[in-house]
Nanobody, 120 residues
Framework: VQLQASGGGLVQAGGSLRLSCAASGRFERIGDMGWYRQAPGKQRELVADVTASGSPRLEDSVSGRCSISRDNAKNALYLQLVSLKPEDTAVYFC???????????????WGQGTQVTVSS
């Protein structure tokens, strides 16, 4: 199972970005999916996550500036960020609980990360 994140880049403060994450490989189903971020010198933190049925949860730091969604048919996860601030600068990672074929339980996977840099 692989998670491929994309969509990061350099953007000015106040701008917006849409991050995407695509899951590939052999698996039965995907459970909860989420976006985390890690700024230089800081711990990785949750940004937002969404259940398999589509219920989102946003952290306070991005509430009102962020929306998370998924397309189960495409095994994809998205994060729309608007009104970006310099403090949003970080590597953004996608994360998913995946049930591989025949195992009967979920394993947790991380994508490789995509850099988001917000200039002031």
């Amino acid at each position: 199972v692989q998670l491929q994140a994309s969509g990061g880049g350099l953007v000015q403060a106040g701008g917006s970005l849409r991050l995407s994450c695509a899951a590939s490989g052999r698996f039965e189903r995907i459970g909860d999916m989420g976006w985390y971020r890690q700024a230089p010198g800081k711990q990785r933190e949750l940004v937002a996550d969404v259940t398999a049925s589509g219920s989102p949860r946003l952290e306070d730091s991005v509430s009102g500036r962020c929306s998370i969604s998924r397309d189960n048919a495409k095994n994809a996860l998205y994060l729309q960020l608007v009104s970006l601030k310099p403090e949003d600068t970080a590597v953004y990672f996608c994360n998913a609980d995946v049930e591989e074929y025949g195992l009967g339980f979920y394993s947790n996977y991380w994508g490789q990360g995509t850099q988001v840099t917000v200039s002031s």
